[in-house]
């Protein structure tokens, strides 16, 4: 797909594919909020941060208990730490981040001198190895804990993904992140859309499939499947290998793609990471 294929209309929400229609991001992010608001009638747009715990009551009572005593406590903690301890050469994340932690709602963004989506994870390696300092790897571990710290710093902003119209690549970017989104993949055959637009709300097995409509504003998560924290990108993994496909690197070029366009369908709503799911 290009920049001329396929807008989310009902009909590929609904997993099919649209008559191909010329149509900019925030066309699509209007259609796509509005669906959400008309499928789940019951739910405050800015509920849906919450994800499934915005359309599942029982989950969602079981959530607020675990919420009293957070299983993220223990990353924010150590974030703050690594976020406070000075490199070998002196200087601190605060040297590559001036405005402090709390930068999450500036992320992703379309990078022009680099030409690429620039995420969180991506920026806090780069400081690390412009100090001197080994890459953290990106699916859990220190980076989990350091972005918990940066996103709890963050609550509260709101989701302003830019797309600069002076720049063809970011839209290039957006609309490969919109391909992924809905190309079906893996041995069942199955696209993001699948499970968190067409089928959102649905019971597979004894789970509620969660909308999409915010789903990247609680990362990273502690998941009690996972038992540890984990990042956006390990979640992209791991919805790559349910349905049998191999999955991409984390922060390579497809997976920034594919954040960069399910964070803009949630401009508008606010920041509310690190989350815990199950």
């Given amino acids: 797909m290009n920049k001329t294929t396929t807008t989310i209309t009902a009909a590929c929400i609904g997993g099919l594919l649209a008559t191909p229609l010329f149509a900019s991001p925030e066309e699509d992010r209007e259609l796509w909020q509005t669906y959400f608001e008309q499928r789940f009638p019951q739910v405050e747009k800015a509920d849906f941060v919450n994800g499934v715990y915005s359309i599942d009551p029982v ?29 070998a050469n002196g200087k601190t994340y605060k040297d590559c981040f001036p405005d402090g932690p709390g930068v999450a709602g500036k992320y992703p963004y379309w990078d022009k001198e680099k030409g690429m989506v620039m995420t969180l994870p991506l920026a806090i390696n780069n400081c690390r190895e412009a100090n001197g300092e080994d890459p953290l790897k990106y699916k859990k571990g220190p980076i989990a804990d350091i972005l918990a710290y940066m996103t709890y710093e963050s609550r509260g902003q709101v989701v302003d993904v830019e797309i600069p119209e002076d720049d063809p690549r970011a839209l290039e970017a957006y609309e490969q992140g919109k391909q992924f989104y809905f190309a079906r993949r893996g041995q069942l055959n199955f696209a993001c859309a699948s499970c968190h637009i067409s089928s959102s709300g649905t019971t597979l097995r004894t789970e509620i499939l969660s909308p999409a409509l915010g789903h990247t504003t609680h990362f990273p ?23 049998r496909a191999k999955p991409f690197e984390a922060q390579g070029e497809e997976y920034r793609n594919l954040e960069y366009f399910m964070t803009y369908m949630n401009n508008g709503l606010e920041l509310n990471g690190p989350g815990a799911r199950k």
């Fill in 59 to 87: 989950g969602r009572e079981n959530w607020e208990a675990i919420e009293e005593f957070p299983p993220y406590e223990a990353a924010i903690s150590d974030g703050e730490e690594m976020w406070n301890t000075p490199f």
């Fill in 221 to 243: 998560v502690y998941r009690s499947k996972w038992g540890e924290m984990g990042t956006l990108h390990r979640r992209f993994s791991g919805c790559n290998k349910q349905v």
